[in-house]
């Protein structure tokens, strides 16, 4: 819903069921009452538009067209449309409301949305900008705003009220304004498999307010893509699920949403792809798909250099272990923060510590080292100081990470670890790591290769997933009994995993944690951290906002008291929050021993 020539359409009931985007910027005069006028064909009763596209004369002219051809009554229709930034003024809200509804040549919205939080100043220019190209904003509170929403549906130019593009923090200060009339009714947000927004639906789910996705397909045809960014469309795992029902990927993505309640809203004004857009209900996604399609999160709206500026607020912090993957897809931006923290004499490269790991898609022996090169070039270093296997299983080699059969299983090969280990001994030779390690193993994995013949170097580390609900204690001390470290990833239960589930514990929001940090004058995050610590546990919690990063180095001036450890410890539930459920049934899949 970026661009000023848009109309979305979407059909909503008892089952939500989705409908289309029905114009871009692009379009010729007419073309989108054309769109509007073959969705409404086509099956679909939700239009979703705004003030700002600046085509809703052109959506009335398709509406009361399929009105007229009898197609159609107005009362089977839901038509929504959006407040611009420019109206927030208390006194400008109906008059907005008004200019909308003569431009659609009807007496009433089914909905009515706030189109984003911010209040610009008023005037004919949509963007009112400043000297430094920056909006500028008004006075005025979204929560006076919300009053002139308020009155819309008193005076019933309205039936229902909503937002787009809110935080909790902001939704929260509505539901709990004083004299609050009317809740919202709905939430359009930004929602795509690269940027699940997990929480956000969860918490909007929870407090009745029903979600609608825009973007989501990822909106492939935004002016501002870069070649190097994903594609969802041509993601091979989505492929996989829409070969098995004989879908498009497109059709897999908007069921996706369909399968998670949420209304969604994809963009065409080609009829044929209105059509098939619309084709989403002779199917649905299973459990473990929609948790395969979740795992494509990856915040995706964060901007270009967003890790080059963690890495290095973090190196300014004082941090100096920096822990990287290949499949993490980021060690270029990496690369381009230590660089630059080396070049401002901040830190030398002898003072950091820098660790990647090799990818299962790269198990065979003779491909390990070309791995290592590509992590290498990416970093622009000449060696790692660790060098970690991600895991003990090895995928199909080729340029998809993920290679999955018709299950949405991934596609193992016939590697073995042990002959995966030869080749990460041979870096060591070449001198391009340090020191090697393993992620993810079971003891009986550990011990095959401690026990393999003509071991030339054991591991060093391991890395597993740690927390006070998956503590791990069979498994660290038996590392330690080997001589071997530990470091825990998820230390702070991951809460921004893609497939967390609403019934799922929150280590951050557990009281018996809070307690403790009450007394230490400590975050909940500062007590797990230390947690690690005391265990001699080497611990990497993960951030890419400055003052956490800074927030979370702050935990070397208390300690934890043994019986606050034992505390801690017993919140154990085997509670694993990254159990890699798609290779449950590969050959090497570690977690179905003890430990």
């Known amino acids: 819903a970026c661009g000023d020539k848009s109309v979305w359409c979407v059909s909503v009931g008892v089952n939500v069921k989705p409908l289309l985007l029905a114009c871009s910027s692009q379009s010729k005069p007419g073309e989108v009452a054309e769109a509007v006028k073959a969705a409404i064909a086509t099956g679909y009763r939700h239009i979703?538009?705004?003030?700002?596209?600046?085509?809703?004369?052109?959506?009335?002219?398709?509406?009361?067209?399929?009105?007229?051809?009898g197609v159609v009554k107005r009362e089977e229709l839901?038509?929504?449309?959006?407040?611009?930034?420019?109206?927030?003024?208390?006194?400008?809200?109906?008059?907005?409301?008004?200019?909308?509804?003569?431009?659609?040549?009807?007496?009433?919205?089914?909905?009515?949305?706030?189109?984003w939080p911010m209040g610009f100043k008023p005037g004919n220019d949509p963007f009112p900008m400043d000297s430094q190209g920056l909006a500028i904003g008004d006075d005025t509170n979204f929560l006076d705003t919300w009053e002139g929403m308020e009155e819309l549906v008193d005076a019933g130019l309205v039936k229902a009220i909503g937002i787009s593009n809110f935080n909790r923090d902001q939704i929260e200060a509505i539901l709990n304004k004083p004299g609050l009339k009317y809740k919202p009714a709905n939430h359009q947000f930004e929602c795509h498999p690269y940027l699940t927004q997990d929480k956000l639906i969860n918490y909007c789910h929870s407090k009745g307010i029903t979600v609608t996705a825009y973007s989501?397909?990822?909106?492939?045809?935004?002016?501002?893509?870069?070649?190097?960014?994903?594609?969802?469309?041509?993601?091979?795992?989505?492929?996989?699920?829409?070969?098995?029902?004989?879908?498009?990927?497109?059709?897999?993505?908007i069921r996706f949403h369909i399968d998670?309640?949420?209304?969604?809203?994809?963009?065409?004004?080609?009829?044929?792809?209105?059509?098939?857009?619309?084709?989403?209900?002779?199917?649905?996604?299973?459990?473990?798909?929609?948790?395969?399609?979740?795992?494509?999160?990856?915040?995706?709206?964060?901007?270009?250099?967003?890790?080059?500026?963690?890495?290095?607020?973090?190196?300014?912090?004082?941090?100096?272990?920096?822990?990287?993957?290949?499949?993490?897809?980021?060690?270029?931006?990496?690369?381009?923060?230590?660089?630059?923290?080396?070049?401002?004499?901040?830190?030398?490269?002898e003072d950091l510590f820098i660790v990647s790991k090799l990818w299962c898609t790269?198990?065979?022996?003779?491909?390990?080292?070309?791995?290592?090169?590509?992590?290498?070039?990416?970093?622009?270093?000449d060696y790692l100081d660790l060098y970690l296997v991600?895991?003990?299983?090895?995928?199909?080699?080729?340029?998809?990470?993920?290679?999955?059969?018709?299950?949405?299983?991934?596609?193992?090969?016939?590697?073995?670890?042990?002959?995966?280990?030869?080749g990460m001994e041979e870096l060591v030779d070449a001198g391009l790591v340090k020191a090697i390690g393993i992620?993810?193993?079971?003891?009986?994995?550990?011990?095959?290769?401690?026990?393999?013949?003509?071991?030339?170097?054991?591991?060093?580390?391991?890395?597993?997933?740690?927390?006070?609900?998956?503590?791990?204690?069979?498994?660290?001390?038996?590392?330690?009994?080997?001589?071997?470290?530990?470091?825990?990833?998820?230390?702070?239960?991951?809460?921004?995993?893609?497939?967390?589930?609403?019934?799922?514990?929150?280590?951050?929001?557990?009281?018996?944690?809070?307690?403790?940090?009450?007394?230490?004058?400590k975050t909940t995050a500062q007590v797990l951290i230390r947690f690690h610590i005391e265990r001699n546990v080497v611990v990497i919690p993960k951030s890419v906002t400055p003052a956490r990063i800074q927030e979370n180095f702050?935990?070397?001036?208390?300690?934890?008291?043994?019986?606050?450890?034992?505390?801690?410890?017993?919140?154990?539930?085997?509670f694993r929050v990254c159990p890699m459920h798609w290779s449950v049934k590969h050959k090497d899949y570690p977690f179905n021993a003890e430990y």
């Open 48 to 69: 979703d538009g705004a003030m700002l596209y600046n085509n809703e004369k052109e959506v009335g002219e398709g509406i009361h067209a399929m009105i007229k051809k």
């Open 78 to 115: 839901f038509i929504v449309s959006k407040l611009w930034c420019t109206f927030h003024e208390k006194s400008a809200v109906k008059g907005a409301c008004q200019k909308t509804l003569s431009d659609l040549k009807l007496d009433y919205l089914d909905l009515y949305l706030i189109h």
């Open 216 to 253: 989501p397909l990822g909106s492939p045809d935004r002016p501002w893509a870069k070649p190097e960014d994903p594609s969802l469309l041509e993601e091979e795992k989505i492929k996989a699920i829409a070969r098995k029902y004989n879908k498009t990927t497109a059709q897999v993505l």
């Open 260 to 349: 998670r309640n949420v209304v969604v809203i994809p963009k065409s004004v080609t009829p044929a792809r209105i059509q098939e857009n619309f084709k989403v209900f002779d199917f649905s996604l299973t459990p473990d798909e929609v948790k395969t399609v979740l795992g494509f999160n990856r915040n995706f709206r964060s901007k270009p250099g967003q890790v080059t500026e963690a890495v290095k607020a973090a190196i300014a912090a004082g941090y100096r272990h920096i822990d990287g993957a290949r499949v993490y897809d980021n060690e270029k931006e990496v690369g381009e923060g230590v660089h630059a923290m080396i070049k401002e004499g901040v830190v030398k490269r």
């Open 362 to 381: 790269f198990h065979d022996k003779s491909a390990v080292k070309g791995a290592c090169q590509k992590t290498l070039s990416d970093l622009q270093l």
């Open 390 to 422: 991600h895991w003990p299983m090895g995928f199909k080699a080729g340029s998809e990470l993920f290679p999955l059969d018709s299950e949405g299983l991934t596609i193992g090969d016939d590697t073995n670890f042990l002959d995966t280990w030869e």
């Open 439 to 521: 992620s993810n193993f079971n003891r009986d994995q550990i011990e095959a290769v401690l026990n393999k013949p003509g071991l030339k170097y054991k591991p060093a580390n391991h890395q597993i997933e740690c927390h006070p609900y998956m503590t791990q204690e069979k498994l660290i001390d038996y590392c330690h009994s080997k001589g071997i470290t530990v470091t825990a990833y998820s230390p702070l239960g991951s809460p921004d995993r893609p497939w967390a589930k609403p019934e799922d514990p929150s280590l951050l929001e557990d009281p018996n944690i809070k307690a403790i940090a009450q007394k230490y004058n």
């Open 554 to 574: 702050q935990v070397f001036d208390f300690s934890l008291t043994p019986d606050e450890v034992k505390t801690v410890l017993g919140f154990n539930k085997n």
